[in-house]
């Protein structure tokens, strides 16, 4: 059966929440990623769809691959450079169905400054401390192997929710059981920045 006629296809969900990424300063026109694994086929958002497309996708315009990441349909010239990083992430990590990759507005902050997040409210204390993946270069197996190792000590968590980690001078990445839940931890973890950001203007007492 091809992809185009599975029943739970998750592209017209994918595009949706690109779309709001980028709306929501999730993410920039410099890049970002989406993946989602349904059954054998892994789907990936393609290569520039932040800075020619501005993230206004078409189903059809995501990549789709097998269990041995090669290309089913779509063009294979535009497979995301971050690839390595999401296949590794969803090699290591059974629980895990969708990952994100993002620049979000508030939480570049914290991967400019190498900084770790911590959790600022009620709905972000199960992510714990947003740990700090070591400068890698982009797109490199290096990179994929760190934020796998990075994870690692935190599998079982993963069987419950989402988690994410922030790539030093680079942005953040997420993962979780599936892409809507990606996305909302994305968007929680980046009102946690957000939040703490801001309340460090506050005056004291």
């Given at each position: 059966?091809?992809?185009?006629n ?6 017209p969900l ?11 300063h ?10 989602c ?14 800075s020619?497309?501005r ?6 315009q995501?990549i ?8 089913l ?10 690839s390595?990083?999401?296949?590794a ?9 969708g ?12 991967a400019n ?11 972000t ?6 740990d ?5 270069p982009?797109h490199s ?10 994870l690692?000590p935190?599998a ?5 929710n989402?988690?994410?980690?922030i790539?030093?001078?680079?942005g ?7 892409m ?6 994305l ?5 946690s920045a ?12």
């Amino acid at each position: 059966m091809s992809p185009l006629n599975l029943p739970d296809d998750p592209r017209p969900l994918m595009v949706e929440l690109a779309r709001l990424m980028y709306a929501r300063h999730l993410t920039n026109s410099a890049g970002g990623n989406l993946s989602c694994r349904v059954g054998a086929h892994t789907f990936i958002t393609p290569r520039y769809a932040g800075s020619k497309q501005r993230w206004n996708l078409q189903p059809a315009q995501l990549i789709v691959l097998d269990a041995q990441e090669r290309v089913l349909e779509g063009d294979a010239a535009l497979l995301s450079r971050e690839s390595k990083m999401h296949f590794a992430c969803l090699r290591a990590f059974p629980a895990v169905n969708g990952v994100i990759h993002a620049h979000p507005r508030h939480l570049s902050v914290f991967a400019n400054a190498s900084r770790p997040l911590p959790p600022t409210v009620e709905y972000t204390h199960k992510f714990g401390v947003l740990d700090v993946v070591r400068p890698l270069p982009s797109h490199s197996a290096e990179l994929a192997e760190a934020v796998v190792a990075a994870l690692r000590p935190r599998a079982a968590t993963l069987q419950n929710n989402g988690l994410g980690l922030i790539l030093a001078q680079h942005g953040v990445v997420v993962v979780a059981r599936d892409m809507a839940e990606a996305y909302d931890v994305l968007d929680r973890l980046e009102d946690s920045a957000h939040t703490l950001l801001h309340s460090a203007a506050l005056p004291a007492g």
